[in-house]
């Protein structure tokens, strides 16, 4: 089986200039390019040129139209990464019909939450049809039941459809392309109704501005296709510049991440993305490794969004793979979010990772980015990644809770404005409403600051925590906590709770990996005080077995569903008594919970 080319010789490059998912996929049919799918052993399993994968399409629509599904109705996808799930999304644009990408279970062992999840995305949606494969079909059924979901199959299912009476009926540029739920959506997910002119927009904008795509660009992808940056950013918008895209499931990575760096090896990938667990996955994996079994010399952007950026992580990164060639000026930091479809800011290509570096008591207490004095010592700084500047016909604001514009260095809420943003929350009124505002801008909920016109994120409003009047932010502690050898990278959640007296108190929850109780209660030790080290405070120290924390659809640590597990009791205890006092510390409560 042969890969898709990397190039159409007889097709001119065209980045972006469509008003339509389905004219970009007519032009891009006409050429060679495609995507390629890889087992979990990194072998190729499946390859569709984007010919192909209209032709599937069309024929697909003509009987979904058949069926007798409403124009607009809603068709859910599990989405997960094989050919059949970027048929059926076409399909369901050439047939009229708003495709809802459904996300795969996350967490092992959670196949109730999974379907808790699906249940409220499947009301939310008011889904009529419903498409997963043969493995996945049993999940789907049974988070529908009673839902009221005319058709519910597997891809032969709804290929076993007669096509007799049906005619394809394209959306056009005036409507709508899919309905996005966000990665935090739970039983009551809020759901972006991205349009057809948001997509093709923000498409053309990553292309030509972002990722400045030439020709010989060749995209690797292992990001689930249910959350925005895996199916626009490797998926869409690759589509609509005609772009090979190499796949790799979520989980083949997370298993084997060297399977990530060997396909772009192998293959000449020039394109990838990762949040910085995915970097950080790598190193791990590779520690008795020189890093030079790869040949990643022809990465131009490496790509990193979705969540903090980390820059140790990154310089790690730099130093594990300099033999194979990477270039730490590869890496582009980026911000987005689905309520803009995708990309808002980018960095400069070739720019590398470049850091801000403030005093720490100033953003704490003043909620202004003071730069640090190169002497300042790291206990008393805290550095944070430039994202870049917004797109072409975007832009940005900095707002305080009175809706007024900060100055350069003030911290405050992070506000867009452009064309690729939603019209609102599908069927939701009370949620648009807080997040779109009276002007027109939208509430990213994210904070941050500007600094020479570039968007610098601290952090999400809602986990900010407020301590004796100081603004903490939780990923600073959850850092500081998987410093320590006995923590894994991912394992901690910091949030606060009002005690008695209604004031904050901060909680850190960690996944423990030992088992030995005298050993936990030195893990809880080194807890407490490495939390004081960093911010001053003290905390409850909670231990809770592997795989306690809950994950959004992203992979981002859900620190919303740690605090309700505490606040509920539902985290499992397997005794709790005080560790032994600390000096100058005051002495931390422990909850230790079933061993790993």
């Known amino acids: 089986m042969q890969l898709t080319a990397t190039t159409n010789a007889d097709l001119a490059f065209r980045i972006g200039e469509f008003e339509t998912l389905t004219d970009g996929l007519d032009y891009a049919a006409k050429g060679v390019t495609g995507c390629n799918f890889f087992s979990p052993r990194g072998k190729i399993a499946d390859v569709l040129t984007y010919a192909e994968i209209r032709q599937r399409a069309v024929d697909l629509a003509v009987r979904l139209d058949a069926s007798g599904l409403k124009r607009g109705s809603r068709f859910g996808l599990i ?19 708003i495709p809802v990408p459904l996300p795969l279970s996350i967490n092992l062992g959670g196949h109730e939450s999974h379907v808790t999840r699906l249940r409220g995305m499947i009301a939310a949606a008011d889904l009529s049809a419903a498409m997963a494969s ?19 199959g597997s891809p032969d299912d709804f290929y076993g459809l007669t096509p ?31 349009t057809q002119r948001a997509i093709t927009s923000n498409g053309r904008a990553i292309g030509q501005h972002g990722l400045r795509l030439r020709p010989g660009d060749r995209a690797t992808s292992w990001l689930p296709l249910y959350h925005d940056m895996g199916l626009v950013g490797f998926c869409l918008a690759p589509m609509l510049s005609q772009v090979s895209i ?52 022809r990465w131009r952007i490496a790509g990193i969004g979705g969540e903090m ?27 987005g979010l689905a309520e803009a479809t995708l990309a808002v800011s980018f960095t400069e290509i070739g720019a590398g990772v470049r850091v801000d570096r403030v005093d720490r008591d100033a953003y704490e207490r003043t909620g202004k980015a003071v730069p640090a004095p190169r002497t300042t010592p790291a206990s008393s700084a805290r550095s944070f990644v430039l994202c870049g500047r917004v797109m072409p016909g975007y832009e940005s604001e900095i707002r305080n809770d009175e809706d007024q514009v900060l100055a350069e260095r003030d911290i405050g809420r992070v506000c867009i404005k452009g064309p690729s943003l939603m019209d609102g929350y599908f069927r939701n009124a009370e949620a648009t409403r807080a997040t779109i505002l009276a002007d027109g801008w939208l509430d990213t909920g994210d904070m941050g600051y500007l600094l020479d016109d570039e968007i610098v994120i601290t952090g999400r409003r809602k986990d900010m925590i407020i301590c ?18 006995a923590v894994r990278s991912g394992c901690a959640a910091a949030f606060s709770v009002n005690d008695d007296h209604d004031e904050e108190r901060v909680v850190v929850v960690v996944e423990c990996y030992v088992n030995d109780p005298e050993k936990q209660q030195e893990l809880v030790k080194d807890i407490a005080a490495i939390i004081h080290r960093t911010a001053g405070v003290h905390c409850e ?56």
């Open 79 to 97: 989405a997960e990464t094989n050919a059949s799930f970027v048929v059926f999304f076409y399909a369901c644009q050439y047939a009229g019909l």
């Open 134 to 152: 043969v493995d996945m079909l049993p999940t789907l059924r049974e988070a529908a039941e009673g839902s009221g979901v005319e058709l519910i």
């Open 164 to 194: 007799v009476g049906g005619d394809p009926r394209p959306f056009d540029k005036t409507e709508a392309c899919y309905l996005q739920y966000s990665s935090g959506s739970t039983t009551q997910p809020r759901g972006v109704l991205v």
């Open 246 to 297: 190499d796949y790799l499931a979520t989980s083949t990575f997370a298993l084997r991440p060297r399977t990530w760096l060997k396909t772009m090896s192998d293959h000449g990938g020039t394109i990838s993305f990762s949040p910085t667990f995915g970097y950080e996955l790598c190193v791990r994996r590779m520690a008795n490794s020189n890093g030079g079994e790869f040949d990643l010399s």
């Open 309 to 335: 950026v980390r820059p140790d992580v990154l310089d790690a990164f730099v130093d594990t793979f300099a033999n194979s060639g990477f270039d730490r000026t590869a890496f582009l930091p980026s911000y």
């Open 468 to 485: 004796n009047g100081r603004n903490i932010w939780p990923q600073d502690l959850e850092w500081a906590v998987e410093s320590l050898p």
């Open 541 to 596: 120290v909670v231990l809770v077995p592997a795989r306690s924390l809950v994950y959004t659809s992203s992979g981002k640590l859900s620190r919303a569903a740690a605090k309700t597990q505490y606040l509920d009791g539902s985290i499992r205890l397997l005794h709790a008594e005080p560790a032994g006092p600390e000096p100058h510390l005051e002495q931390p409560r422990l909850a230790v919970s079933a061993g790993a």
